[in-house]
């Protein structure tokens, strides 16, 4: 009697450790589970899509190559008259270092240029983007309290896509290439501080060549006159950038009618996209319920299967010990 009891207690000891060993691994795989459903829902589109690399890095390397060239230019011309008008300056560089002089800042100005004109571009593609989910996320729900058929809705969509581009602060030209003046508007736009030190830079300049010509006049006057000129004239270019600056950003960029149909079949692709990504994870949402079923039954079965095991060996295991 003595040795039969500790091998009942045993059994069912056993068949209720493993029962809460299963509980355990069930429970953490449905945590795990809901954690990745949940990582999976809140995965974004990307922002900075990989069709506009090229279009980011060509720009970027067009505004670098510009202020390469104009820095270029002023560091050669000053190595040049260096060479020329100061003999310490010759004899104490050589062929190397006088390239140098002439070339390195050129390619930091290169290179801090391209980088930051990378930067911005980027975060404007970021933005575009940004704006082009939001009103595929409106123009859906907007399309959706609507209640049209599919090819109504479809036309409706792009309706509210075009719309949506025209309200965003840009300007549509007709045709698929930009005029100078526009392409002009677009980068004081962008770079009001270039242009005001493009044009200033110069001008200030011009006003000392031509008061150099005057020399009834002594060096001091020369360059207070050249101050005052100069002064005046930068301020007049100041406000007249800034002022065309702000005009601008109240209207908008101007884009072509070929980049606002590129918007729209963008905004058209992210739609379908969202669609895609909504069928696959009501799909595998649809698995995973269907996994968790059949562990369910599984288990049901198991308990069952343990019960009818436990229930044969129980009176087995006192008639053994009535024995006894």
Known sequence: MASSTPTTFSLFASSTHK???????NSKRRTTTSSTTNKNNSINMSLT????????TNEAMQEGMIAGGLVLAPASAAVYIALQRSPGFVKATNWQSRTALAIMPALFSFAWTAERHLDHKMEEIATESRHAQDTVKWADDHARTLGHGQIDKEIHLMDLYRRSID??????????KLGLQHRFANYVLANPVKVLAGLAVPSVALIFYGKSGQEHLQ?????????????FTTLSLMLGIMGFHQYMASNGKYITEV????RVEEMTE?????LAR???????????????KEMRLKKKAAKEQEAVATSTVAPTALATSAKE
């Open 19 to 25: 029962n809460k060993k299963d509980h355990r691994r």
């Open 49 to 56: 899509p990989a069709h506009r690399n090229a279009e980011a």
């Open 167 to 176: 309200e965003s602060g840009v300007n549509v030209v007709p045709g698929d």
């Open 219 to 231: 060096a001091s006057v020369k360059l207070l006159h050249t101050r005052v000129f100069g002064q």
């Open 259 to 262: 980049e606002a149909n590129r």
């Open 270 to 274: 992210i739609r379908e996209a969202l």
């Open 278 to 292: 909504l069928d696959y994870e009501a799909e595998k949402k649809e698995q995973q319920q269907q996994k968790f």
